[in-house]
């Protein structure tokens, strides 16, 4: 009797089993087996590449559920914009605190002010250099410039603030890239720096000073100012392998892109940059009251118009820039504000380079370079670090070895933010990531939160980098700005700067690597550029 229930247990036991493996663990089993095609099996903690070529995306299950969900993660319809649906991201909508008179680079009332003492200077000038032109038979282009208390640039100033040169959903910003590619320019005249070098450039110098460099200040009809590099380069073109970083050409496409580049980022730390044709005999000539400039006016055998830089080491005509016949293309960059009401200091980067050609620097010998940069202020504590980190992350991207200097506000100290300037030596080589623009990442393995997700979020097939830059480079009148090669290359090396990340978890673990830096999410960002009334 004992014997036969033992086997109506057994016999039960097994039935309930085969029904479990039928029913429940093997639908399971298929179900994971599926899913493995598409993608690895991540342990909790660990940060894995797929392994489908040089191209996998870096997962991290445990980092990506803090990415916030957007609802669909598709691929998106035909037609419908990829960077509308980026920036409409939960990511892309963080709510800035709010912004106390100290946080704010300028105010309404001052800012008016120095506008209206600016306005009266150049209508001093113009009737003093009018009275001084007709004087002796010369020629002067007038055009009336107009007092705009509404002005895109008046906006964009005071959008400045301690986090950022201007917020996600400021109209002024696309205001003022559209008066760039169009409005009237009333004055032409060399920048600051060439100025100050007097045409006396040393031609010994391995490095050269940056008024070499042929570059133009021009101002347009409301009295904004913007910095004009004419085009040096075809787009097709990339920098000879023996040309070292700091005797690159200058191109005004890579002005362009690193602005767009580092919206999509959401850095926001490179002022607003347009592409415009301009007239040179028109628009630089007729309009400059500068006669150094006119003097290096010349017309080519092949009848355009060309000019070249005052500095001695480049005033020949083989260093010119010509138009077609008078037409050239460059680059506008939004000036920021005069240094007499906004100063700003210039801080030598770490990790700038030699600048020689057999010298090295200590971070390329010393990969514990960082350890004693932690000690040192102020990268001892708050953000300025991870602002450098940041900044070496947009630089790789962009493969910009010529980063030497960082400015930032004097206003905000410690807390204000490394400004992404002078780009223009990006670019250069699609077919080549220069890993050691990562020293700052690979060797102190720190990364902001919000960083890391954006970064990620940008591998996606939804909001693809180069997609999204495409898309958003599409908007400039000189477009296209970037060939598909280096629109390819920002996706390569944007998973190479993960897989930096990955390496940095690995050894040190998430906590370590990680730094969070949000604050409260909004659906209704905000606004930073309001202006009040100040007639």
């Not at 400021?170 to 004055?187: K, N, Y």
């Not at 500068?290 to 080519?300: K, M, P």
């Amino acid at each position: 009797m004992m014997r036969r229930d033992r086997l109506f247990l057994v016999g039960t036991l097994m039935a309930v089993f085969s029904a479990d493996l039928y029913f429940i663990l093997l639908p399971k089993l298929q179900s994971m087996r599926q899913r493995s095609h598409h993608v690895c099996s991540c342990a909790a903690n660990n940060l894995t590449l797929q392994r489908n070529g040089a191209l996998g995306t870096p997962l991290l299950s445990s980092w990506t559920s803090l990415l916030p969900q957007d609802g669909n993660a598709s691929e998106p319809a035909e037609g419908s914009s990829k960077l509308e649906r980026l920036f409409a991201h939960p990511l892309y909508n963080i709510q800035t605190p709010a912004l106390g008179p100290e946080e704010r680079l300028l105010q309404a009332v001052q800012l008016m002010e120095y506008y209206r003492k600016k306005v009266s200077r150049w209508e001093r000038h113009i009737k003093l250099y009018s009275e001084a032109a007709a004087m002796s038979n010369m020629t002067v282009t007038d055009h009336e410039v107009t007092f705009d208390p509404d002005a895109s640039w008046l906006k964009f100033h005071l959008g400045i603030n301690r986090f950022s040169l201007y917020s996600r959903d400021d109209p002024a910003i696309q205001q003022l890239l559209e008066e760039m590619q169009s409005m009237t320019v009333v004055s032409a005249d060399y920048t600051q720096d060439e100025k100050a070098l007097k045409g006396a450039c040393d031609c010994t110098q391995v490095v050269k000073p940056s008024g070499h460099h042929l570059k133009l200040a021009l101002k347009m009809q409301n009295l904004a100012k913007a910095m004009f590099k004419p085009m040096r380069q075809e787009r097709d073109e990339e920098t000879p392998e023996d040309f070292f970083y700091f005797v690159d050409l200058q191109r005004h496409n890579a002005e362009i892109a690193a602005f767009h580049l580092d919206r999509i980022l959401d850095f926001r730390r490179v002022p607003p940059v347009a592409g415009r044709l301009i007239n040179v005999t028109g628009e630089v000539l007729q309009v400059t009251h500068n006669e150094d400039l006119r003097a290096v006016f010349f017309t080519s055998p092949a009848n355009n118009t060309c000019f070249f830089a005052k500095c001695l080491y480049v005033c020949k005509t083989e260093y010119a820039v010509c138009g077609r016949p008078d037409l050239l293309e460059g680059s506008m960059s939004a000036y920021l504000p005069s240094l007499s009401i906004a100063p700003r200091i210039s801080i030598p980067n770490p990790w700038t380079r030699s600048y020689t050609f057999t010298g090295r620097q200590e971070w390329e010998m010393n990969p514990f370079f960082c350890d004693s940069i932690k000690q040192l202020y102020p990268y001892n504590s708050g953000n300025r670090l991870l602002n450098i980190i940041d900044m070496s992350i947009f630089d790789f991207l962009i493969n910009n070895m010529d980063r030497h200097h960082y400015e930032i506000f004097t206003k905000f100290g410690d807390e204000g933010f490394p400004l992404h300037l002078d780009n223009a030596r990006g670019f250069g080589k699609h077919s080549k990531d220069e890993m050691s623009i990562l020293a700052p990442l690979s060797q102190c393995c720190i990364i902001k939160s919000s960083t890391l997700m954006r970064l990620q979020i940008l591998t996606r097939p939804e909001y693809r980098l180069s997609d999204v830059m495409r898309e958003s480079l599409q908007g400039d009148i000189l477009h296209p700005i970037l060939t598909d090669p280096h629109l390819l290359a920002l996706d390569r090396r944007l998973l190479k700067v993960l897989r930096v990340v990955q390496r940095c978890v690995r050894r040190l673990g998430k906590d370590e690597v990680i730094t969070k830096d949000f604050v409260k999410s909004s659906a209704r960002p905000q606004a930073t550029t309001e202006m009040k009334e100040v007639r």
